[in-house]
């Protein structure tokens, strides 16, 4: 863990550059709301400079810009956009990716523009502390005495693991092992080059010093904006036997959680409880989802909504399947700083500081959550109590202020510190 505020001196405004894949704003992933939301604190103590490349529609990058510049961040937005995944140039970039030595992930992303700002940027400005969120990006300055701090949203490697430990379809297995072996070989040398690596979860930390054999880790874990979501707890309106599922549409863990959600639980659910309901909100869902769910009884599926809260207020609980995944879930958060009861599978859970029946109900597995989503609608009560408890827990542990005060005293003792020997 990193050292307390009070252990180190106080040192003046420091110039923090973070780098990332995406705009980073809207916050309408997991992985934007964690970037943004640790940042937007620290902006008005320290000179933050944001690197990252554009999007197909300029529009985008102007509403982001504007937004960070509102917020006293310079934004350096270069021109090129990530490709599309779909049509044949997707599964061509698919099939050249075997010949690459970096995963499919890291390539795809990789953006030649970015990595000349970044050392633009550090061939001109003094930088205190440089944050790579996106991984890819990480090893631009090496060689460089630069101080450089990987933010670790999972362990990467661990969720290929998974995703290769539950693929049925012999080619498709291969290919996912081949990206498992892939990544955990980049994750390893990205990671030990850092001067400090940032974990979300104890787990995560625990993991990159087993696996990895990484020492200087520090965990800062994911958070909730509780003035944001308490007014959904106020005037909650909720019908017991309302399922919601929450989260970003177009990752593959997401998928395979829905999959087991609309076939398997849910049928089990309705026949217990007929007019049992699962609504899907989240962004970028693929074709292939849509037709999933069309004309499933029960189901509707709602895309890239503005605001999540609305659905938060009529769920009656919230439904967690994962049988992958790493980091921590911040639907999980939401849910909770909203009021909403749980029910989670042990993996959708992990990294969280929930128990099992006290604050939420956790599966070992999707096998078991027909019955407790079953229970949970049967005795709202119990369920509404268990809500309350996750909100107690939200509040006094997982407020961004206070995990953006974290973070600075990890930039402050990298800072302060002598640059790793690369």
Known sequence: MPPDRTELDQTP???????????????????????????????????????????????????????????????????????????????????????????????????????????????????????????????????????????????????????????????????????????????????????????VTDEDAALFRTRFGIERVDVVDNGVDLKFFSEVERTRSADPRSILFLGSLDWRPNLDSLDSLVNQILP????????????????????????MVRGVPGVELHANVPDVRPFLRRAGVMAVPLRIGGGSRLKILEAAASGVPVVSTRIGSEGLAFND???????????????????????????AQRASEALRVVRSRYDWKGLADRLEVVWESVAAAAPKPR
């Open 13 to 199: 405004e420091m110039r923090i550059a973070i780098v990332n894949e995406g705009l980073g704003y809207p916050p309408n992933a997991g992985n934007k709301i964690r970037t943004l939301n640790l940042m937007l604190p620290l902006a008005g103590r320290h000179e933050i400079t944001y690197i990252c490349r554009g999007t197909a529609d300029p529009a985008e990058a102007a509403e982001a810009r504007a937004f960070y510049a509102a917020h006293g961040i310079r934004a350096i937005i270069t021109q090129d956009h990530a490709k599309q995944k779909r049509g044949v140039g997707f599964y061509a970039r698919l099939a050249g990716n075997l010949l690459s030595p970096l995963p499919f992930s890291i390539a795809t992303h990789n953006s030649a523009n970015v990595r000349t700002a970044v050392r633009t940027l550090a061939a001109h400005e003094h930088i205190d502390v440089w944050q790579f969120e996106a991984p890819g990006y990480a090893d631009v300055l090496h060689g460089t005495p630069a101080r450089t701090v990987v933010m670790a949203h999972n362990v990467e490697s661990l969720i290929w693991q998974r995703l290769c430990e539950t693929e049925r379809h012999p080619l498709k297995r291969l290919y996912i092992g081949h990206q498992w072996s892939k990544y955990e070989r980049f994750e390893r040398r990205i990671l030990s080059a850092a001067d400090r690596v940032v974990a």
């Open 268 to 291: 089990v659910v309705r026949a217990r409880v007929p007019d049992a309901t699962l609504t899907i909100v989240g962004r970028n869902p693929p074709a292939s989802l849509a037709r």
């Open 357 to 383: 029946g006290t604050e939420m109900v956790i599966v070992d597995d999707v096998s078991g959550m027909a019955d407790a989503l079953v229970a949970s609608m049967r005795h709202p009560g119990l369920a």
